[in-house]
Nanobody
Framework: QVQLVESGGGLVQAGGSLRLSCAAS????????MGWFRQAPGKEREFVAA????????SYADSVKGRFTISRDNAENTVYLQMNSLKLEDTAVYYC?????????????????WGQGTQVTVSS
């Protein structure tokens, strides 16, 4: 069992930056692929970014490519999402997810554990 706790969300002006963190419990964190997803009101949960077990391979949604960076620290059982040049359309609840595999996927149903989410609001 893995428990995930996100932090770092908040209110930021367009063009600003935020760094989300996801702290994981459990000894097997380093063997899990991790992902970030988001869900805006009235919309389905969508893929944002993912990272493989070692941190050596990452993937991003086209909408955030070049602006967001996913990383992980296996010694600290933590995955991060650095978000720069934030846009109004980035407003959503952001979720951290863990997959019982070394390799990531971009579909929410492929992930086994989820955090409670953290709100990111971008204002004009």
């Amino acid at each position: 069992q893995v428990q995930l706790v996100e932090s770092g969300g908040g209110l930021v002006q367009a063009g600003g930056s935020l760094r989300l963190s996801c702290a994981a419990s459990g000894r097997t964190f380093s063997s899990y692929a991790m992902g970030w997803f988001r869900q805006a009101p009235g919309k389905e949960r969508e893929f944002v970014a993912a990272i493989n077990w070692s941190g050596g391979i990452t993937s991003y949604a086209d909408s955030v490519k070049g602006r967001f960076t996913i990383s992980r620290d296996n010694a600290e059982n933590t995955v991060y999402l650095q978000m720069n040049s934030l846009k109004l359309e980035d407003t959503a609840v952001y979720y951290c997810a863990a997959r019982r595999s070394s390799y990531y996927r971009s579909t929410p149903s492929e992930y086994d554990y989820w955090g409670q989410g953290t709100q990111v609001t971008v204002s004009s």
